[in-house]
């Protein structure tokens, strides 16, 4: 019922910068937050970033000052603004939502399919 895609992923040098988008859709009553993974090669998924409603937006040590993320809840969407990029975050980039799909379901998460990010000269 849920689908969470992601797009805006691609080739870029060092420095430069890329925009992801996530948009939920489907059966959603209520999203309690959303936000990025990512996962490198030979490497584990790790948190990029999230925004949990009624709390402040939380990012990895690696990231934080160069990526940015922020939310429309009109559209359901979440954005990852990816600034100063360098070749340490090449990896898949994964949208995550933890949401209520209906009022008498449970909280949930669900994941988009990943848009792949690489930095490279």
């Known amino acids: 019922q849920v689908q969470l895609v992601e797009s805006g992923g691609g080739l870029v040098q060092p420095g430069g910068s890329l925009r992801l988008s996530c948009a939920a859709s489907?059966?959603?009553?209520?999203?309690?937050?959303m936000g990025w993974y990512r996962q490198a090669p030979g490497k584990q998924r790790e948190l990029v970033g999230r925004?949990?409603?009624?709390?402040?937006?939380n990012y990895a040590d690696s990231v934080k000052g160069r990526f940015t993320i922020s939310r429309d809840n009109a559209k359901n969407t979440v954005y990852l603004q990816m600034d100063g990029l360098r070749p340490e975050d090449t990896a898949v980039y994964y949208c995550?939502?933890?949401?209520?799909?209906?009022?008498?379901?449970?909280?949930?998460?669900?994941w988009g399919q990943g848009t792949q990010v690489t930095v490279s000269s």
């Open positions: 489907g059966s959603i009553y209520f999203i309690n937050n």
């Open positions: 995550n939502a933890v949401l209520q799909a209906s009022a008498i379901d449970i909280l949930q998460n669900y």
């Open positions: 925004i949990v409603r009624g709390s402040p937006t």
